[in-house]
T-cell receptor
């Protein structure tokens, strides 16, 4: 079946602009994660949605970052007033069970964000 | 908070050589351990995972990993690598209570013909 999809695949923006990144998880997966992959920091957790519970936002680097998940499916990661250090590949992952720590997380292809 | 160390940043091997990539984690409680692989131009995919039972786990494409609790290690092995194993390999851990993954910095494996 279809995997995790993300759009856009590439985004170039100017410093100070807002951007929205979209993630469509695998159908039926109830858990959704956002990670960031950057040269200096490797792969870092950003935020986690689990069903109708309050999201775990512990990885968001600043209040310029926010995310929502509508209808338990599609998620949008928003970065306001982008800075050059926000340049990275933003990865989305989903897994089947709510809060299943042993579940496999399936990753999307990522959105490469470049802030000029 | 947990952390993961991958000491080999770049490994170059000839085809048919044996592979061992190191992974050490720091966390005193229950952990689940994962190895993910990212082939050139592709997205991250799971190679194998350990959460309980036999500490020697086998994954796809002939890879295996051994969990040694006393050493806080989960090293990845393959007896004979192929050119197609050229990729970046990431070790990751989560705890028994939180499913978010903490990743190591990755090891770039280059297999030469």
């Amino acid at each position: 079946g279809a995997g995790v999809s993300q759009s856009p695949s590439n985004k170039v923006t100017e410093k100070g602009k807002d951007v929205e990144l979209r993630c469509d998880p695998i159908s039926g997966h109830t858990a959704l994660y956002w990670y960031r992959q950057s040269l200096g920091q490797g792969l870092e957790f950003l935020i986690y949605f689990q069903g109708n519970s309050a999201p775990d936002k512990s990885g968001l680097p600043s209040d310029r970052f926010s995310a929502e998940r509508t209808g338990g499916s599609v998620s949008t990661l928003t970065i306001q007033r982008t800075q050059q250090e926000d340049s990275a590949v933003y990865l989305c992952a989903s897994s089947m069970r709510r809060g299943g720590t042993t579940d496999t997380q399936y990753f999307g292809p990522g959105t490469r964000l470049t802030v000029l | 908070a947990q952390s993961v160390s991958q000491h080999n940043h770049h490994v170059i091997l000839s085809e048919a050589a044996s592979l061992e990539l190191g992974c050490n984690y720091s966390y005193g409680g229950t952990v689940n351990l994962f190895w993910y692989v990212q082939y050139p131009g592709q997205h991250l995919q799971l190679l194998l995972k350990y959460f309980s039972g036999d500490p020697l786990v086998k994954g796809i494409k002939g890879f295996e990993a051994e969990f040694i609790k006393s050493k806080f290690s989960f090293n990845l092995r393959k007896p004979s690598v192929q050119w197609s194993d050229t990729a970046e390999y990431f070790c990751a851990v989560n705890t028994g209570t939180a499913s978010k993954l903490t990743f190591g910095t990755g090891t770039r494996l280059q297999v030469t013909l």
